[in-house]
T-cell receptor, first 113, second 115 residues
């Protein structure tokens, strides 16, 4: 049962353009959503998060949008840079005595110079 | 070091052998997680520790998998009688937070290959 889904395994974008990565979830108990970025041979690193009480959170070139009614979130990167090329994981957490974090399958982003 | 440290970084073993994977979390982080990533798959939750106890072991795929944590710090994930389907990257993460934004800090992982 995949509770967090990233339906696009890969995405290619020209440098300077907007990258939009999408994520869908099924569990309405999730109350926090996060994006992680992973380079080859490294562990994932935290990028940005959003609480379920918000619909948007910005941090520099990165913005996360949450649509609770659609159980959908997206990560916008603008402008995209070659260094943004990585695998992006969507994650969601629900408090079950602790914050249990469930990850999606990842989207590999390639930013073409 | 300031980050999460995992060892070994690579492990090649023969089917049927036991392996031990080690994780040194960030000092002071009471929460510790093990995940694994199989080829082409997402991050699969294995086990969660709070201090030395493991209140959530629901992700361990079989009784061949076990983990412990000592002194509220170092954790060891043990896989007995390894099988080829155990081949994956095993990732350890630690966290300060019990509630709210659950930012996890990951190590670089152990690439396990079972021949």
């Amino acid at each position: 049962d995949q509770q967090v889904k990233q339906n696009s395994p890969s995405l290619s974008v020209q440098e300077g353009r907007i990258s939009i990565l999408n994520c869908d979830y099924t569990n309405s108990m999730f109350d926090y959503f996060l994006w992680y970025k992973k380079y080859p041979a490294e562990g994932p690193t935290f990028l940005i998060s959003i609480s379920s009480i918000k619909d948007k959170n910005e941090d520099g070139r990165f913005t996360v949008f949450l649509n609770k009614s659609a159980k959908h979130l997206s990560l916008h990167i603008v402008p995209s840079q070659p260094g943004d090329s990585a695998v992006y994981f969507c994650a969601a957490s629900a408090y079950r005595g602790y914050q249990k974090v469930t990850f999606g399958t990842g989207t590999k982003l390639q930013v073409i110079p | 070091g300031a980050g999460v440290s995992q060892s070994p970084s690579n492990k090649v073993t023969e089917k049927g052998k036991d392996v031990e994977l080690r994780c040194d979390p960030i000092s002071g982080h009471t929460a510790l997680y093990w995940y694994r990533q199989s080829l082409g798959q997402g991050l699969e939750f294995l086990i969660y520790f709070q201090g030395n106890s493991a209140p959530d072991k629901s992700g361990l795929p079989s009784d061949r998998f076990s983990a412990e944590r000592t002194g509220g710090s170092v954790s060891t994930l043990t896989i007995q009688r390894t099988q080829q389907e155990d081949s994956a990257v095993y990732l350890c993460a630690s966290s300060l937070a019990l509630t709210g934004a659950a930012e996890l800090f990951f190590g670089s992982g152990t690439q396990l290959s079972v021949l």
